[in-house]
């Protein structure tokens, strides 16, 4: 537990110390790290701090006492317990926070903090938690305080709480896998003998049995693996599609038929090992095609936004009730970083609302009493007291959800091989049918044979094989360099792209980051602590830059008096002491304009200018050469915000691409099906609520997160902001995917023409067959892994 | 070689058994979660008032 | 409901720890005295300190009492903190332990007692199998119970290599000591010749993978993360390794046998298998290594973490090493050799040793709430362990090779270059220095023994350490207090497992022999089964443990044919029970030992049985002198050939009644020869019923040209 003396980092959470807070000579950026610190310590849990560098979370500013207040209400617990007595509940939370070993650490010896609880178990797969408390000995309330309080805040919304689907998926498909991985292995084994005995065992009743465990050890493979072949080839064919899985199917049935059909009969041994091969090889595909990012949610409803409870007045009685149960008409109250349920009307107070969350519009709105406020929108400042006007489901931001497209599944496996394997059937079968024809006229007691051996050879396994581990490679790869797809078929999606649409608020620039340079002569702790305080009362956007997270420990006391001239600047008085923020014109009283070309806020503390915060929207980084390296495809700008940061997209994107400002959400989605009217096929890359429903719309909806845990709208694919700037390179990625696997269904070809040239002959022993397939299957695995992981280096993507 | 046929069976009993245990394993959820147990198993949880963790 | 408090038995661990370091010590002294044996045949002193006798002690004790203690110590320690559970049940534990150091009591005092069934690694005989089947339930059932009563869900990967053990060597124990009592302590191996072969060599090579491999696997997997303090570099790969590695591994055997009279697609499959073993198990090792990555600093100052690495490290070569040696043109050269001598005590000295040694640095301090008393001596014992292996490898490597090639070598007019004798009298060189890199492993854990002790005078044992946790919670629909039952209805699985010994041993029973009385092997006419004196004779072959030194099986090759005679058939051995085909030439192959060029005067064997140096100058044979003055046992010649007769031998009705007739008949004979030779004997000596089946082996076929 050493820290460096050189730059001074917190001891909790690694970030920067800018001043001395300490504790048993660690120091600590915040108090509220040093406090959690304080906490485990006493508790005995340091070593959290042991299996990890710096593991912990920093804490943001202190917690309004009642955020959680709604926990308390019965009805919300059941809704959020998986099991619920007296003396025990049972809860899940996901923890998007969870990063390293010493999460897991603290969080399942909680109990050593808080003895209500009797047992938490992480998942760190899905980064969720399983605990069980005593309801008589901690609260719901308190137990998510404590979670918050050490950095883990349970992601808790209306999906969540009315339960997740249970992802039974996985382990059908590892038991299936298992299963046919256990059968296949010991048919090899037993099928050894006969190979290697050039079929002349000594003792034939050996040789009998042999055959007869094989096809006993086959048969779960037919009846239990292969069911999910089976059933997507029926699906196809109810759909009158012919796809990829059917000629597999009928490739499976022929060899399990024959082989049985052999044995039984005594008249051959079968080749069940590559049968049941083919069943193993295709299940490995699907299985390594099934990257799942468990912790990611890619369809998020806008229910996740909304609070969850809500301070409903009853006759001058508070009470937290959940949204679900609030009535037009109910008073309700709004306080600072609260948002808005429903459509309401403000009945007193002094709104401000941000709706940069719902429109991507970045300055507040002041609204008056009589006003209308709408859902998701932010109130900012004192609270307010408001009148249910709409059920939050009728509310405008909900209408958008009501949008069809909402409703409509898209980006489901529909491979481009699959309509390829119509025609890649047809072929099939007439050389089955040709060489049907050949033997009946030449010699009919090998046409069985042929025929078997025609359909089983000439199984497109190879050809699924290569797609599903191409895409399962390329998934992957996306991954450990921050892209993290839906599913392989939004691969194809991005390969096939002609434009690119990008919103501006969050995409390209960063939320809540802004460059701040202060010029002038440099002002004390507290009078920065001051100036943070007096610019927290402001919702102006500028203010908002200044008014950064809690910092000091200094007391300034309270602000006594607070005037604010919208568009000009604010007055903050402690008794005597005052400090003015502002424009130039505002502060100095001269008319003097702007002294940069970047906003600023002139301070002015006791009546003694001090200078100037120099603040700049800023921009993620390398967002030139991005534009420059997409060229080949149509950029489009979408902005919910006004048009003040004009000159310097035009300045990053050049002038000629078109770019729409103060954009309602409904218009982004338009803007996106109009240009699919014109046969392009769209990118739509945003963050935030604004643009769910334009990346709903677009054929490939990557939404940017910061974190890619935290908040997203419903996308085909999630891209943590620091990569965007190697969009160009991820396209890129994803087409040379096509070129892979076409290069790899030649290779598979070419196994198939000596493969068919040995059983149109009927000559096609199974010894060879036994070789033949594997070898195919393994060679075209390792080609594609091969070249995808060589096409990303050359990418760069190829690092890490 | 009548050993063979014993060998053989006793050998598939065997790995049969196992093979009904990885079905179990697997359906009962043991595999959901295959990271969080590696990094569980390294503290034993001594009671609360007994020795502490930090060094 | 609430969290509970309960304490993990160190006591039974500390016990098995101490026995481990105790009977590691022996065995492995005994394995030092023995290989000075190969260098000074003077060492063999009385029968009952015989070379032939002395190995299987030492590959025992070794085997089953220093490995076994070290799994139990590990298990123990390990198994209740995976399931935060103490073990289910302390007087079972008590028996277990107890039980076990009884059974190797007992093969201390029978194997130099001459009490064998004569098939390597199950030398010891029938009462004592029993014993180690009802301690193994024993620890089978302690298991599982702690199991069940768990206190953690999830089963880590080390229990289920644990559960894999423990299933396991049941049932190759109980298949492989297959055996006919017909007295105390005597047995007749139910299977005869190629078929007693196969099963021995599945028991044998299955026996190295369920008890020297897969149970220290799960420690590597528990203690190397805990001595690290970091999680196992990849989980799953540990998972998918444990499933892959149990679900084929039962396949492993038949390459111990390339090149015998097994079935030649038999030998592929063997081969083709342990090809194929390379996969899982260098898996297994590249995770135990990579868990250290980033942390290499931290190994070369942790001294418990070098002896893990040089474990896990010797784990690797001896896995790979395996599959190469059961490639058959490697086996041609390898096999009957010290190469496999050297392949095995790379493992055994490397894997097993090492990682025990690390584990017991690692855990005696911590059950003793202390630290170990000096670091430095351990320190010294890695370096004098590492360079012991290597003193005791490398020379021998050298030697399996340069004695094969001398076998194998032939003068330009097509005469074998070096008689046997010489290629023997070579090697002596090569033993003086594979027991020098002995003596170095065995001072370093003289100076463990040391270490430990002062460390746990320093400290005090925490017999009773207690832990909390919660219970495992119950998940909606399952209940509190439930009956013994309800656990089967809901495992089905360990159901299973505890019923399949059962039904092994009541079902073997049932079929086995229906099988392997008229067994299928292709009989030749002229093999006739052995009169009684050739019985006699050789049941002391069987009881001396010749066959650690002489093979019975010549390999069809040029140099072999050359040397001991035509290439051995599956049909000579139908009579043969146990088969003693051997795996060792330290002494020339006697399959044809009474045929052919081969075959020497009775008074010749006589003279080579009292003193083979006097025969052969520069012999490494033990004297057997002793056989001179030993009565025959006679009364048991009846009960022989009933045995015999059960198991499918055709002598006729009633023969057992003049059996001894015919005995005293051959034996005068002999006696006779001997006369003629100026040797003056009883013919109610043992000796002569040794002779006898010296003359007798390989006679069969050659009557037959």
Known sequence: MQESPTQQTCYHCGDACTEHIKANGLQFCCNGCRQVYLLLQENGLCGYYDLQQVPGIKVRGRFAGNRFNYLDDETMQKRLSSFNTDTQVNIIFSLPQIHCSSCIFLLEQLNKIEPGIISSQTNFERKEIFISYDPRLISLKKLVQLLAFVGYEPDINQEASTGRPKRSYNRGAIAALGVAGFCFSNIMMLSFPEYFSGGEIEEPWLKQTFSYIILALSIPVLLYSSAAIFKSAFKGLRQGMINIDAPIALAILMGFGRSYYEIITGTGAGYLDSATGIVFFMLVGRWFQNKTYNALSFDRQYKSYFPLGVSVINNNKEENIPVTRLKIGDRIVIRNEEMVPADAVLLEGKACIDYSFVTGEQEAVRIEAGAMVQAGGKQKGSAVYLRVVKEPSQSYITQLWNNDIFSKEKNQDQSFIHPWSRYFTAVLLSIAFLTALFWAWHDPSKLLTAVTAVLIVACPCSLLLSATFTYGNMLRIFGRNKLFLKNAAVIEAVAGITDIVFDKTGTITQTGKASIQFKGQPLSIEEREKVRQAATQSAHSLSKALAGPYESSEAVGYIDAFEELPGEGLTASWGAASVKLGSNGYVRGLPAGKLSTAAEVHVKIDDAYRGYYEIQQVYRPGMGPMAADLLPFNLHVLSGDNDSEKANLQHLFGTDIPMKFAVSPQQKLNYVKELQGQHASVMMLGDGLNDAGALKQANAGIAISNDAARFTPACDAIMDGTVLHQLGAFIRFAKSGRAIVLASFILSILYNIIGLSFAVQAKLSPVVAAILMPASSISIILFVTLCSSAVAHRLGLGKN | MSAFFILVGISMMVAGSFLAAFIWSVSSGQYDDDYTASVRMLWDNPPAGAKKNDK | ?705
């Open chain 3, 1 to 705: 409901m609430q969290v509970e408090k309960f304490y993990y038995d160190n006591r039974t661990v500390k016990n098995f720890a101490y026995a481990t370091i105790f009977w590691g010590a022996i065995g492995m002294l005994v394995g030092l005295y023995a290989a000075l044996q190969l260098v000074f045949p003077q060492l063999n002193v009385t029968q009952y300190g015989s070379f032939g006798r002395l190995r299987p002690l030492h590959t025992n004790a070794v085997i089953f009492a220093f490995v076994g203690n070290g799994i139990f110590m590990g298990v123990y320690y390990s198994l209740q903190r995976l399931l935060k559970a103490r073990m289910f049940n302390d007087t079972l534990s008590k028996i277990h332990f107890w039980g076990w150091q009884l059974i190797i009591v007992a093969a201390v005092i029978s194997l130099p007692m001459g009490f064998t069934s004569g098939k390597e690694y199950a030398e010891l005989e029938w009462p004592i199998d029993i014993a180690i089947t009802l301690i193994w339930v024993v620890f089978g059932w302690n298991m599982f119970g702690t199991i069940i009563k768990r206190r953690e869900k999830h089963l880590y990967v080390a229990i289920w290599f644990y559960i894999a053990t423990l299933v396991t060597v049941a049932v190759l124990h109980i298949v492989n000591s297959f055996e006919l009592p017909f007295g105390w302590m005597k047995s007749y191996s139910w299977y005869a010749g190629v078929q007693d072969a196969l099963v021995q060599w599945w028991y044998g090579h299955n026996a190295v993978a369920f008890f020297l491999t897969t149970p220290y696997l799960g420690l590597m997997y528990y203690f190397l993360p805990k001595a690290a303090n970091r999680p196992i570099y990849s989980y799953r790969l540990s998972i998918i390794h444990f499933w892959s590695l149990i679900f084929l591994y039962i396949w492993a055997g038949p390459h111990h046998l390339l090149y015998t009279a097994l079935p030649n697609w038999a030998q592929s499959l063997g081969v083709v298998f342990s090809i194929m073993l390379i996969f899982p198990s260098w898996g297994g090792m590249i995770n135990g290594l990579l868990t250290l990555r980033g942390a290499w600093d931290r190994v070369r100052d942790d001294v418990i973490l070098k002896f893990m690495v040089v474990a896990v490290t010797a784990y690797g070569m001896a896995t790979f090493e395996g599959p190469m040696l059961s490639l058959k043109s490697v086996s041609a050269i390898a096999h009957y050799t010290d190469w496999i001598v050297a392949h095995v005590h790379v493992g055994a000295l490397g894997w097993n040793g090492m990682l025990t040694f690390g584990i017991i640095y690692w855990l005696i301090p911590r059950i003793f709430g202390t630290n170990l008393y000096s670091k430095k001596l351990a320190n010294n014992h890695f370096w004098l362990g590492t360079l012991g292996i290597i003193f005791y490898a490398v020379p021998l490597y050298w030697a399996g090779f340069t004695q094969s090639s001398m076998w194998k070598e032939f003068t330009e007019s097509g005469q074998l270059k070096y008689s046997f004798l010489e290629t023997v009298t070579y090697m002596k060189p090569f033993y003086a220095m594979r027991s020098l890199g002995g003596t170095l492993y065995i001072i370093g854990v003289l100076i463990m023994v040391y270490n430990i002790y002062k460390t746990v005078k320093a400290g005090k044992l925490v017999a009773n350490e207690a832990a909390e946790a919660a219970p495992m919670v119950k998940e909606a629909g399952m209940h509190k207090g439930e009956h013994w039952h309800r656990w089967i209805e809901r495992k089905p699985v360990q159901m299973m497992v505890f019923s399949l010994v059962v039904i092994l041993i009541g079902g073997a029973i049932e079929i086995i022999p229906t099988f392997l009385i008229k067994s299928n092997v292709p009989t030749i006419s002229s093999v006739k089964p052995y009169t009684p004196l050739e019985l006699q004779g050789r049941d002391l072959y069987v009881r001396e443990g010749c066959y650690t030194c002489h093979s019975q099986m010549i390999r069809p090759f040029r140099d072999e044919t050359e040397r001991y005679g035509e290439y051995s058939k599956a049909g000579e051995f139908v009579y043969d029970h146990p088969f003693q085909w051997g795996s060792k030439r330290t002494g020339p192959d006697l399959a044809r030992e009474g045929s052919g060029n081969l075959k020497k005067s009775d008074g010749w064997h006589f003279r080579h049985f009292r003193e083979p140096s006097s025969m052969s100058e520069g012999s490494i044979m033990p004297s057997y002198e002793f056989m001179l003055h030993q009565e025959l046992d006679t009364a048991s010649t009846a009960a022989r050939i009933n045995a015999m007769r059960t198991l499918g031998v055709p002598y006729p009705k009633g023969y057992e009644q003049e059996a001894n007739k015919d005995l005293l008949k051959q034996a005068g004979t002999i006696v006779n020869n001997l006369k003629n030779d100026s040797i003056r004997i009883t013919p109610n000596k043992e000796v002569i019923a040794l002779i006898a089946y010296m003359q007798r082996m390989g006679k069969d076929i050659s009557k037959q040209q």
